[in-house]
């Protein structure tokens, strides 16, 4: 049985521009992202460079409007882009998926002169993101953080500590929840902070286990003063805000989370096809082809779910615990998906020079980013009965 090189994913796209976006996404992690991949994961690069070509081609503002530097593409089309660039490498898709949260609030929220002022330069004209919620004390409970805003005539000072944050230390600006009123989420207040502002600093990155090409650092904000034209809603209408975007960012990581899951699968694939044990490929032992069965069973069902979800939000209805399911369900298969692919490639699925162990670290962190798969599992039942009493 000769080896079997892996094939595109077959993608329903609703209209010939969609299919020309995914044939130059392919076009370009092919080429540009793919084969320095493993190497840059190694050492820690950050591919800047690669960013700006996404900016420069449109694909860092596709789902927000054309008017503001977007592309009008619905969350069915970017949703799938997400996926290709993801399963060429994680540290890009997530990246871009972490961009287009940061832009979330001001594309959604901001004033029509807002929108005008920053978004063309957010969305195609360079600039990268980063998404300021989290903090050291304050992570699923995102409503207790302590940054705080504090209004000084038309001007904010804001003071605080950010951290777990995905580009700290390389964005250009940050989306910022900050609290200016009281305790909880009613006195918390979203700005958008250039990076470049006096008072803004990054701490060293973290060292983690997987996604080493992309920085996750503590963001400092030491009395920085932003007018209030970067107040973005109102005041005291920031969590709002942020669990809205939230719901969208989680559709991004569940697409991402299948990218992996097909890297690995098609990795898998090509291995056993092509490795040969007591006189055939060990793909023909019953064993391994059920594993690889399941493999592909739960990525397809990964990618129905998100894109039914992502489909809910196109079309205006309420999508939020589809989100949370299409998030808990397609990282929990990346996960177990990239496990197997370690398991396939036996004692070279433990080794660097094949990338499937490459894949398992970083599936881990998926389960984690824009709330851990036990909140989305309170999310999933607080839908189905309700709060919990107290």
Known sequence: ????????????????????????????AQHEITPKAAEEEDAGHFPREVFTLLSRTGLLGLPYASEHGGADQPYEVYLQVLEELAAARLTVGLGVSVHILASYALATYGTKEQRVEHLPAMLGGGLLGAYCLSEASSGSDAASLRTRAVRDGDEWVITGTKAWITHGGVADFYTVMARTG???PRGITAFLVPADAEGVSAAAPEKKMGMKGSPTAQVHFDGVRVPDGRRIGDEGQGFAIALSALDSGRLGI?????????AALDEAVGYATGRQQFGRPIADFQGLRFMLADMATQIEAGRALYLAAARLRDAGRPFAKQAAMAKLHCTDTAMKVTTDAVQVLGGYGYTADFPAERYMREAKVLQIVEGTNQIQRMVIARHLAGPETR
Do not use: H, K, N, Y
């Open 1 to 28: 049985m000769p080896d079997r090189a892996p094939q595109p994913v077959d993608r329903q796209l609703p209209t010939d521009e969609a299919r020309e976006l995914i044939s130059l996404v392919r076009d370009i």
């Open 182 to 184: 009281e305790e909880g």
């Open 254 to 262: 569940a697409a991402c989370a299948i990218g992996v899951a097909q």
